[in-house]
């Protein structure tokens, strides 16, 4: 008989998971989940990036609430928010900046909780690329996930921070993994807008240097000027007020991912992804992972820092975003991250509508 290893924190874990569950699925609202099966388009799932939509599947979280989950996997957030638009999937994980160009084309499009607070984009240039200053980006080719991706964006703002127009690189797009490493290999691109374990595996191979990192917490407060709302969770307006019990099933998912994600171990973490993650060899996915654990939320809470972090760095180079008034209150439906909020902490409370208790967050006080 294999033998069994207890531990408090697994077994509160998993009581807290079997009452939470089963008061959700009881009742949320007296309301049965409008829809149990959702299509969610994602863009190089792999990528550390998007490590919360892999736990939360992994793990079971979304069956813990009812819900099947199709996922559709693009080269770029980019053709993750086309697909979003288009109505070929029925939400998305991906950058923030999304729900900002869906605002100023008219599309009413809104995050329901944030994934990641820092972006955990990482430009590097080839090792023997001469490289002073942003401005050496010009003439470059750089490679990019996908055209119109947060790595994309990326770039556009560090150019346009030093006078660079966008027409002023040329840009590659690479996808994610061995595709992107091999690019960068074999001299099809001079630089590389990227995502872990990319990034750390060009590092460790001596193929690229790092010239700018937003995986870190000081380099962000450089760049941007605080915290900058990376993946989220969106859809479209229509879309979450006809199915509100499902979005809360799904948020509470995700959030309930958060927090695991900030109790868990390394070596946790890494044994729930699968093995073809890893860029045939785990010690870097490892390093990887430990340069990105900071990288994702703790609250499931956009900051409005972060909003105006976010929209000012998209105005710099997308003349749509420019001169455009977004009504940042319209880009991030708060309602679901603070009923997530409540229910995990006390599962047995589903009636949120007159719980007194119920949270009043002001968002713009609330540190990240």
């Known amino acids: ?71 559709s996997d693009f080269e ?37 909780i944030e994934l990641g607070r820092f972006p955990g984009v990482v430009l590097a240039v080839g090792k023997n690329q001469p490289f ?16 119109n991706s947060s790595s994309h964006f990326f770039v556009l703002y560090l150019m346009a921070k030093v006078g660079l ?36 595996r060009l590092q460790q191979d001596g193929t690229a240097r790092i010239v700018a990192d937003t995986r870190f917490p000081r380099a962000n407060y450089e760049i941007f000027g605080g915290t ?9 307006n229509e879309f979450i007020a006809a199915n509100p019990t499902t979005m809360q099933a799904l948020v509470n998912a995700f959030y309930k991912t958060l927090r695991w994600i900030a109790t868990a171990t390394t070596d946790e973490i890494v044994d729930t992804v699968p093995s073809d993650y890893f860029l045939n060899d785990r010690a870097i996915y490892v390093k990887a992972l430990k340069a990105n654990l900071l990288v994702y939320s703790r609250t499931g809470i956009i900051t409005r820092q972060g909003m105006n972090s976010a929209l000012k760095m998209m105005a710099t180079f997308d003349p749509d975003l420019k001169d455009k008034k977004i009504d940042q209150q319209k880009t991030f439906d708060d309602r679901f ?30 540190e990240d």
Request: net charge negative; proline share 4%; hydrophobic share 40%.
């Open 228 to 236: 900058n709302p990376a993946a989220v969770l969106y859809a479209k």
């Open 337 to 366: 991250i603070k009923r997530a909020a409540v229910l995990f902490d006390d599962p047995t409370n589903s009636d949120l509508e007159t719980d007194e208790r119920r949270p009043e967050i002001n968002l713009n006080k609330i």
């Open 132 to 147: 002073n200053s942003y401005t050496d980006l010009k003439g470059l080719k750089i490679g990019v996930t996908a055209p």
């Open 1 to 71: 008989m294999a033998e069994m290893h207890y531990d408090r924190r697994t077994f509160t874990a998993g009581l807290t998971s079997f009452v939470l569950c089963t008061a959700f699925l009881d009742s949320v609202y007296g309301q049965q989940l409008e829809r149990s099966s959702l299509k969610l388009g994602v863009a190089n799932k792999s990528h550390l990036y998007y490590l919360p939509v892999t736990i939360a599947e992994r793990r079971g979280y979304f069956r813990d609430y009812g819900l099947a989950i199709a996922m």
């Open 76 to 112: 770029g957030g980019g053709q993750a928010f086309d697909a979003l638009l288009e109505g070929s999937v029925d939400i998305a994980a991906g950058a923030y900046e999304h729900i900002l160009r869906a605002q100023a084309m008219g599309h009413d499009v809104r995050a329901v």
């Open 165 to 200: 127009a966008p027409n002023d690189a040329f840009f590659v797009g690479v996808g994610g993994g061995e595709q992107a490493i091999k690019a960068m290999m074999t001299g099809k691109i001079d630089a590389i807008s990227n995502f872990d374990p990319v990034i750390t």
